[in-house]
Structure formats: structure tokens, C-alpha cells
């Protein structure tokens, strides 16, 4: 059964090519699925009884199940949501003044092991499908609704929650697809961000027809130090990974990069790290988002106090690097950043899968 919900218009329209149909069923389809939230056929009033009766024996619309969910004093709210064989993902509804971003995760667990993450420490499974991933936003809207009874709307969409989105594309670029295509959810290219770690192949593969926000998990302006923070450093220096980002850059000067750097205590937040950064991103159209770390159980570090925060943001903005501070949100109920978990695979076979992912990467490039 090929679940519909993954498919993007393209990918409908091909769909029903096979099925002996029309391709413009893909537009009927995609708005019954993504703006009407129709999952029976038998619903789909202006498909053909004959055309209805086939597809509820060869595909399906199935969304993610939730299993629990949980509601921060500051309004975020965070689903645990049931995927296909007994993973569980973590999917974050952010609500600020005059907008709302839905954080979504692209795999189960993570592969990367950045150490002060707690999604990392929990193991890596396996990549999310384009309709687990798109299933996110499918449940997010609909349990808004009922929650708000339509008053809080998703208008961002952050690829920042479990996972590195860029390891996993193929069902990435389907996803975004989707949340752009106006008979879906319309979003504009700025209000749809792609957070990577560094996979400096896949943000090359992004560079050609790509008008999404990129944010890079940057955390440290050496080399020595981001290989503590970030082991993909390893593959990937920071040399190496600014000139991708130059690169996506030049390529449309409209584009938009953001590096998010976490703030630990006595760790990467000293003013000679400012200065560090500062030296790197030199002549580099950017923005830091600062991110003060949020603890989670067992995590040897600390987050840097408002103090040190500050300066820092002085430090790097001096330089004329528009420095922002990343208020943290919804960290009583674990969902702010870093904090998301899952159930997972040993570090041994995540870095074993690692090379294989980064290999695939680099002959797909």
C-alpha cells in the first residue's frame, strides 16, 4: 500500500499516471490530504466512485499516532508520536507573537553523536519516510485546532528536531515539497529552515534549486574544539564546511545562513572565542543565533550564565555579525533544543552507519 501522505505533487501526478489516471488527480488529492485533512477515500467527492474504490485498495493516508503529549507553561507543546515499526519521534509546536514554528524531526534518533545533545546520547534507528515526516505537520495542524479551536497557526517550519536532515534527502526534498506547494500548506521558502551539523555533501546537493533558510550547528570556531563538540568536524573542518557554505551563498545572494552556536559554560563562551568566530565568518553574509544550553540527565556541561551570554553577543556583534540570543522555550517539559530523545542504536554501529550515509552522499553529490 503507498501511503499518500509522503507524495508531493510530482510524486501524486506519477502515481496516478500508474493507476491508468489523469495526472491533474494529483492536484484533487493534494488538497483533499493537506488542507481539507481527508484521509478516506470514500470522502473525496470529486474523484470517481470507480477511481475511489481502487485507491482504498492500493493506497492509503496514514498519519502518525500520537502517544503522549505534553503542554510547557510557556504554551510549547510537544507530541511523542508513534511511526512504523514501534519508533517513536518528537515534534515541537513553538507559539511566539504572530507566528508559530513546528520543529520536526527527519530521523529516528541521531547518527551524529554531538556530545551535548541529548538526542545523540539516546542512539540513531533509522531515516524518517517523507510521509512520517510530513506526517508531523499533518498532526500538528489538525491537534492545533483542537487544542486552540483555530487560533494558533503553524507559520515556520524548522528541520531542528531529531536527526540531521541532510543525511536523509531523499525524504527531505519530497517534505519540502509539499510544505511549499500552495494546495498544501503554502509556506513561504523563508519560513521553512534546514539545520545541519555540517554534511557539507548534502548542502551542495541543496545549492541547485533550493531557496529554503539554512541554519549550520557551528559551536566552536576551531577545529579542536568543534571535534569535541561536533565528531563530524572530523570529516568535515571548519574550513572545509564554510567554503559549502559560501558556496550555497553565491550561488543566490537572497539566501539566508544562520549558525547556531550553543553556549556552554567555561567550554566554547570565553571572549577569545568570540574573537575566533569573528575571524571566521569574516566577509561571510550571515547570522549567529546564540543558544544557551539546555541541560539534560547526565550531561557533564552547563549552561553559560546571562552575563557571559551577553558579552559574548556584544563580542561578535562589534563586528558587525548580527548576533541574536535564542530565547529558550519549553524546557520544562524537555523540548527545548538538544532535548529531544528517542530509543536507539549503540555508538559503535552509529558511526559504522555514518560512513555509510556519508558515502552514499558523496556518489549521489
Not at 219 to 234: C, F, G, K, Q
Not at 343 to 359: H, W, Y
Amino acid at each position: 500500500m503507498t501511503n499518500l501522505l509522503g507524495l508531493d505533487r510530482q510524486g501524486l501526478a506519477d502515481f496516478f499516471v500508474t493507476l491508468g489516471e489523469k495526472p491533474f488527480r494529483a492536484r484533487q488529492v493534494l488538497q483533499w490530504i493537506h488542507q481539507r485533512g481527508v484521509t478516506d477515500f470514500s470522502q473525496m467527492t470529486d474523484l470517481s466512485q470507480s477511481l475511489r474504490d481502487r485507491l482504498v485498495a492500493v493506497a492509503t493516508v496514514e498519519a502518525p499516532r500520537m502517544i503522549r503529549e505534553s503542554q510547557s507553561s510557556d504554551g510549547t507543546v510537544k507530541w511523542l508520536l508513534s511511526e512504523r515499526g514501534g519508533s517513536a519521534i518528537e515534534t515541537v509546536f513553538i507559539p511566539e507573537t504572530g507566528r508559530g514554528t513546528l520543529c520536526i524531526s527527519s530521523q529516528v534518533g541521531c547518527m551524529l553523536n554531538c556530545t551535548f545533545c541529548s538526542t545523540a546520547t539516546q542512539g540513531f534507528k533509522r531515516n524518517l519516510s517523507a510521509d512520517e515526516i510530513i506526517g508531523q505537520v499533518w498532526f500538528a495542524v489538525r491537534r492545533l485546532n483542537e487544542l486552540t479551536d483555530g487560533e494558533a497557526k503553524i507559520t515556520n517550519v524548522v528541520f531542528m528536531g531529531m536527526g540531521e536532515p541532510l543525511l536523509n534527502l531523499l525524504a527531505v526534498k519530497p517534505s519540502l515539497a509539499i510544505l511549499r506547494d500552495d494546495l498544501a500548506y503554502g509556506l513561504a521558502a523563508r519560513r521553512v529552515t534546514i539545520s545541519t551539523a555540517g554534511v557539507v555533501p548534502g548542502i551542495d546537493q541543496l545549492i541547485e534549486g533550493t531557496e529554503f533558510a539554512l541554519a549550520v550547528s557551528l559551536h566552536a570556531p576551531t577545529d579542536e574544539l568543534r571535534e569535541r563538540l561536533v565528531p563530524l568536524n572530523r570529516k568535515y573542518p571548519i574550513e572545509t564546511l564554510l567554503a559549502a557554505c559560501r558556496r550555497y551563498i553565491e550561488h543566490d545572494k537572497r539566501r539566508s545562513i544562520t549558525f547556531e552556536y550553543t553556549m556552554i559554560e567555561g567550554v566554547n563562551d570565553q571572549p577569545s572565542h568570540a574573537r575566533g568566530l569573528r575571524r571566521i565568518l569574516d566577509g561571510l553574509p550571515c547570522k549567529v543565533n546564540l543558544i544557551p544550553f539546555n541541560p539534560f540527565p547526565g550531561t557533564p556541561f552547563k549552561p553559560s550564565d546571562d552575563a557571559t551570554l551577553y558579552a559574548f553577543q556584544m563580542a561578535v556583534r562589534s563586528a558587525g555579525i548580527v548576533t541574536t540570543i535564542r530565547k529558550t522555550r519549553g524546557d520544562d517539559i524537555a523540548a527545548a533544543c538538544g532535548q529531544l530523545v528517542g530509543e536507539l542504536l549503540s555508538p559503535s554501529e552509529r558511526r559504522r552507519l555514518v560512513q555509510t550515509q556519508l558515502a552514499q552522499q558523496a556518489l549521489s553529490a
